[in-house]
């Protein structure tokens, strides 16, 4: 069974373009979350998605966007990227919500972003 | 604010030694706590998952324990190995409001020979 996948693995960007990035969950999941990851940071929670819903946003601005399809799967869209975006972006699925307990979430490799 | 503080930062140990991890949380109300395994570049394995009422959990050589008290946790590595390098995120998730999980920024072991 394939485990969480994301596209693509690695992107480079300029200031003031958008990005798109790809998250297939693992087949039964019907949690998806993304996470930003700056080097040498912990992941910081951006969005969380179940049954098409979104059900928590962090504190990202309103740049930041996702969704989540009929098949669960989840795109997250960032617009007028500055440096700052720069990061390893994380997505993360689950059965259930993701902060419930015994709700093992698995991450998948992660999308690099680089943003110049 | 609930925050989740791990220490140390960093640390190097020996292949074959013992180490201790810690963290400390604010989050409030508590539900589950759990620790990460994140190799460089690749996204975080988890290592386990405590609920309130679970003070030790075991997953290999990985112990982790729990004091929803004083609202502290560790994990334990036994003898390590190389393979052991990486660092070790500890992420906590409240209930209600607090649901969603609350990442630290994790402690980066290096295990060297």
């Known amino acids: 069974d394939a485990g969480v996948t994301q596209s693509p693995t690695h992107l480079i960007k300029t200031r003031g373009q958008h990005v798109t990035l790809r998250c297939s969950p693992i087949s039964g999941h019907k949690s998806v979350s993304w996470y930003q990851q700056v080097l040498g940071q912990g992941p910081q929670f951006i969005f969380q998605y179940y049954e098409k819903e979104e059900r928590g946003r962090g504190n990202f601005p309103d740049r930041f966007s996702a969704r989540q399809f009929p098949n669960y799967s989840s795109e997250l869209n960032v617009n007028a990227l500055l440096l700052g975006d720069s990061a390893l972006y994380l997505c993360a699925s689950s059965l259930r919500l993701a902060g419930e307990s015994s709700n093992e979430q698995f991450f998948g490799p992660g999308t690099r972003l680089t943003v110049l | 604010k609930n925050q989740v503080e791990q220490s140390p930062q960093s640390l190097i140990i020996l292949e074959g030694k013992n180490c201790t991890l810690q963290?400390?949380?604010?989050?409030?109300?508590?539900?589950?706590l759990r620790w990460y395994k994140q190799d460089t570049g690749r996204g975080p394995v988890s290592l386990t998952i405590m609920t309130f009422s679970e003070n030790t959990k075991s997953n290999g050589r990985y112990t982790a324990t729990l004091d929803a008290d004083t609202k502290q946790s560790s994990l334990h590595i036994t003898a390590s190995q190389l393979s052991d390098s990486a660092s070790y995120i500890c992420v906590v998730s409240g209930t209600g409001t607090a649901s969603k999980l609350t990442f630290g920024t994790g402690t980066r072991l290096q295990v060297t020979l």
């Open positions: 963290c400390n949380y604010t989050v409030s109300p508590f539900s589950n």
